[in-house]
């Protein structure tokens, strides 16, 4: 059975917005800080933003630019990434992953558990 379940991907223009959400069937899920990465066709998957096990301290990756912002509901065990303006070179796969650390890192291998990724394709 599937730990971490992302949904919300879809195809969008250039300019929209949209919502990912990771629900985390994990045991213990709320002790996990919880990460978002994406892969584009050839390129190497690559972090977007992390936020800590009780949400308190979040990072992003450069390229996000204010554009992206990742919360968490531990009541509902859900990880979501609102991502506004979204634009084409943001088309990707994006993963959801959980670390065992109570702060969000942004190497992959520091990621113990990985979602099956959420298709963004995003339209000029």
């Known amino acids: 059975q599937a730990q971490l379940v992302e949904s919300g991907g879809g195809l969008v223009q250039a300019g929209d917005s949209l919502t990912l959400s990771c629900t985390n069937s994990?045991?213990?899920?709320?002790?996990?800080?919880m990460g978002w990465f994406r892969q584009a066709p050839g390129k190497e998957r690559e972090f977007v933003a992390g936020?800590?096990?009780?949400?308190?301290?979040?990072t992003y990756a450069d390229f996000v630019k204010g554009r992206f912002t990742i919360s968490r509901d531990n009541d509902k065990n859900t990880v979501y990434l609102q991502m506004d303006n979204l634009e084409p070179e943001d088309t990707a796969i994006y993963y959801c992953?959980?670390?065992?650390?109570?702060?969000?890192?942004?190497?992959?291998?520091?990621?113990?558990?990985w979602g099956q990724g959420a298709q963004v394709t995003v339209s000029s």
């Open positions: 936020i800590a096990w009780n949400g308190g301290l979040m």
């Open positions: 992953a959980a670390s065992d650390t109570a702060l969000p890192v942004r190497e992959t291998d520091r990621y113990d558990y």
């Open positions: 994990l045991h213990g899920a709320s002790r996990y800080a």
